[in-house]
T-cell receptor, first 110, second 111 residues
Framework: GQSLEQPSEVTAVEGAIVQINCTYQTSGFYGLSWYQQHDGGAPTFLSYNALDGLEETGRFSSFLSRSDSYGYLLLQELQMKDSASYFCAVNSGGYQKVTFGTGTKLQVIP | SQTIHQWPATLVQPVGSPLSLECTVEGTSNPNLYWYRQAAGRGLQLLFYSVGIGQISSEVPQNLSASRPQDRQFILSSKKLLLSDSGFYLC??????????FGPGTRLTVL
């Protein structure tokens, strides 16, 4: 089966940088995705890594190390609106099957 | 552009009653479709996914079932709801699997 581990909660200061880690155990790994979910809302896609390395999209970056079964999401210049839950997700056993982690609740404080 | 619809937005049902949640996608063809359930403060549990009409993969054995009668329609059903079926039900579509687009969700409370 598949399992993903993320910290349950992270607190960071507005304007700072925060890193949310994700480790996974899975067979037939294809790639790692990240999603953001605000309270009461639906998740929205942030990024996807299929190959090792760093992907940058504006203030958000995502990293993958396939050999270490590890990835992270990096949020820079934190804003209050970044307070949300962040989920990593793996594609395994085919591109179509997706397994989500338990999520990290990020609180940005002034 | 593509849009995904889910209804109803909220639902309160008694234990033992049936359930039918509908999800439709517009603006794309042959999407991969997904049903997830999220308990309060928890992660997303994949329930079913479908890569085509009539093709359903079940991830968690339970009293729920799914059907895909049309290319862009995905239905989640139950004959008899349990208390443990309460949660936030999310439908999603994806062109390829890793980038998923979620509907607004249905909050189901089973009493």
């Amino acid at each position: 089966g598949q399992s993903l581990e993320q910290p349950s909660e992270v607190t960071a200061v507005e304007g700072a940088i925060v890193q949310i880690n994700c480790t996974y155990q899975t067979s037939g790994f294809y790639g790692l995705s990240w999603y953001q979910q605000h309270d009461g809302g639906a998740p929205t896609f942030l990024s996807y890594n299929a190959l090792d390395g760093l992907e940058e999209t504006g203030r958000f970056s995502s990293f993958l190390s396939r050999s270490d079964s590890y990835g992270y999401l990096l949020l820079q210049e934190l804003q209050m609106k970044d307070s949300a839950s962040y989920f990593c997700a793996v594609n395994s056993g085919g591109y179509q099957k997706v397994t989500f982690g338990t999520g990290t609740k990020l609180q940005v404080i002034p | 552009s593509q849009t995904i619809h889910q209804w109803p937005a909220t639902l309160v049902q008694p234990v033992g009653s049936p359930l039918s949640l509908e999800c439709t996608v517009e603006g794309t063809s042959n999407p991969n479709l997904y049903w997830y359930r999220q308990a309060a403060g928890r992660g997303l549990q994949l329930l079913f996914y479908s890569v085509g009409i009539g093709q359903i993969s079940s991830e968690v054995p339970q009293n729920l079932s799914a059907s895909r009668p049309q290319d862009r329609q995905f239905i989640l059903s139950s004959k008899k709801l349990l208390l443990s079926d309460s949660g936030f039900y999310l439908c999603a579509w994806s062109p390829q699997g890793w980038e998923q687009f979620f509907g607004p969700g249905t909050r189901l409370t089973v009493l």
